[in-house]
């Protein structure tokens, strides 16, 4: 499956944005979906994820109640809306599917088999 992140941008600390997640190939319906983030010279790192049906989501600590994770199958895309942005948000994030069909989905790079180039996000102070 194919997947391309867009919605990054600019943004100043307090804003949002939603990023999209649009696959192609394959029905993303089949896997669940997660999204990681990555700064220059870190390891890349687990923000939230998704299960196929929608019906869960788990997100890092450090997102609870500011990032929500949605996803609309009919139309192949996953959405990530992230609110109250800090500058330490910056990163460029990916989207990845996690093609395992485990009941409850990955939260390590190495679960998911699919990426995107990443879009970047730069919240200023």
């Known amino acids: 499956v194919q997947l391309v992140e867009s919605g990054g941008g600019l943004v100043q600390a307090g804003g949002s944005l939603r990023l999209s997640c649009a696959a192609s190939?394959?029905?993303?319906?089949?896997?669940?979906v997660g999204w990681f983030r990555q700064d220059p010279g870190e390891e890349r790192e687990f923000v939230a994820a998704?299960?196929?049906?929608?019906?869960?989501?788990y997100y890092a600590d450090f997102v609870k109640e500011r990032f929500t994770i949605s996803r609309d199958n009919a139309k192949n895309t996953v959405f990530l809306q992230m609110n109250t942005l800090k500058p330490e948000d910056t990163a460029v994030y990916y989207c990845?599917?996690?093609?395992?069909?485990?009941?409850?989905?990955?939260?390590?790079?190495?679960?998911?088999?699919?990426w995107g180039q990443g879009t970047q996000v730069t919240v200023s102070s």
């Open positions: 990845a599917a996690d093609r395992r069909r485990s009941v409850v989905p990955g939260k390590r790079v190495s679960d998911y088999a699919d």
């Open positions: 190939g394959r029905a993303l319906s089949r896997f669940a």
């Open positions: 998704i299960n196929w049906t929608g019906g869960s989501t």
